[in-house]
Nanobody
């Protein structure tokens, strides 16, 4: 089973930057897609960004060009660099990881979520 530990959320002013981290630990055969989702109050959860084990990335339309996702396959950690933050980026950001268990089953796990608040 894989556990996720997120860090890096907080309060930032508009135009500022934050970096989120999500570290995966536990027993697994391989980690596949790692990504970040967010949910603002009263809104549905949406994809922010995702990255495959080969490094292919996908971004939500609202963050493309401002956010950058990356991963360290040795540390099993995914990062989300958020620049030019806007008040509408305020949300709970959750890490999502797809992995293959030692029994070769595909499983998905979520982090506990970290709050990002963009406000002056």
């Amino acid at each position: 089973q894989v556990q996720l530990v997120e860090s890096g959320g907080g309060l930032v002013q508009p135009g500022g930057s934050l970096r989120l981290s999500c570290a995966a630990s536990g027993m697994f055969f391989s980690i596949n897609v790692m990504g970040w989702y967010r949910q603002a109050p009263g809104k549905e959860r949406e994809l922010v960004a995702a990255i495959t084990s080969a490094g292919r990335t996908n971004y939500g339309d609202s963050v493309a060009g401002r956010f950058t996702i990356s991963r360290d396959n040795v540390k099993n950690t995914v990062y989300l660099q958020m620049d030019s933050l806007k008040p509408e980026d305020t949300a709970v950001y959750s890490c999502n990881v797809g992995y293959e268990t030692i029994f070769r089953r595909n499983v998905e796990v979520w982090g506990q979520g970290t709050l990002v608040t963009v406000s002056s």
